[in-house]
């Protein structure tokens, strides 16, 4: 059973600059609403009973967020607005799922993940990269009904220009299971267009199993020296650790770009 996910929030939102050197990227509003409650959301109707939250103290803010009770208390026994008294119930009912753990340097999305070590009770774990934003049917959801069958990790995946390869983690098939699922033969973060084995690559929702700790705390530095999932990820693959690469139905909105954040905000206001 797939009951807690983490989130890793402690990036540094480069690629949004400059709104991010004061302002959490997951904070900025997505038509009206923080990104991250979007992820949130994802999770709660995928199931999923716990989320830990990877922040810095840097991203203290998205702490804040969820933790605002003064404020709201003071604001309803003056206003008695309904909406702000459902807003405020609605991040109650979310902080109770929520679990903070500290990434003070940011290393990576591995040495996030790392960090949830202690807290992880189950074989296999949920992650979600809050960059990646996807609509119209629910990822998580979905990759967590495949667990359920194949008992094995899941990413998730999308078929990418072939000039964007160095983007993306990238990987190369190993055997059919249907239409839309594949075991995967081998993964590499961001290779060279030269270099990438396919343009199948994986987006932000892992089903991760409980062992890949083991390989992280051994994982050394990789590409613009920082620890990645992918390459832990690949360790274990190529120790047979099975893989499914779960091609997701609903739509990808890249929200960790200034052009892909606006067009995020016009999608979202579609449905
Ligand atoms: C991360 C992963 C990469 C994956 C991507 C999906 O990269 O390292 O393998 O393809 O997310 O969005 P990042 O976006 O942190 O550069």
């Not at 903070?100 to 074989?123: C, E, M």
Request: glycine share 6%.
């Amino acid at each position: 059973m797939i009951r807690q996910a983490i989130i890793p929030l402690a990036g540094l939102g480069t690629r949004l600059l400059p709104i991010t050197s004061v302002f959490p990227k997951e904070l900025l509003p997505i038509n009206g609403k923080p990104g991250i409650e979007y992820i949130i959301e994802e999770c709660i109707e995928a199931g999923i009973k716990e989320i830990i939250f990877i922040i810095s103290k840097k991203k203290e803010l998205i702490k804040r967020y969820f933790y605002n009770d003064q404020f709201y208390k003071k604001i309803i026994r003056k206003k008695r607005d309904k909406r702000i008294l459902n807003e405020y119930k609605k991040i109650q009912k979310y902080r109770k799922m929520i679990k903070f753990v500290y990434q003070n340097k940011p290393k990576g999305t591995g040495d996030a993940v790392l960090k949830t070590r202690n807290i992880i009770k189950d074989n296999f774990f949920l992650m979600l990269l809050p960059d990646d934003l996807i609509i119209q049917k629910n990822c998580s959801k979905d990759m967590i009904l495949l667990h359920k069958k194949k008992k094995c990790s899941i990413m998730a995946s999308m078929l990418v220009n072939k000039k964007t390869v160095n983007r993306w983690g990238i990987y190369s098939k190993k055997s059919k299971i249907n239409k839309n699922n594949f075991y995967i033969k081998d993964v590499v973060e961001k290779p060279s267009i030269k270099l990438a084995p396919s343009n199948n690559a994986v987006i932000g929702r892992y089903i991760l199993p409980k062992k890949i700790f083991l390989k992280l705390t051994k994982q050394k530095k990789g590409k613009s020296g920082e620890i990645h999932i992918t390459d832990a990820i690949r360790k274990l693959i190529n120790e047979g650790e099975l893989f499914i690469a779960h091609t997701f139905k609903g739509k990808y909105l890249d929200c960790g770009t200034m052009s892909g954040y606006i067009k995020s905000s016009l999608e979202v206001s579609k449905i």
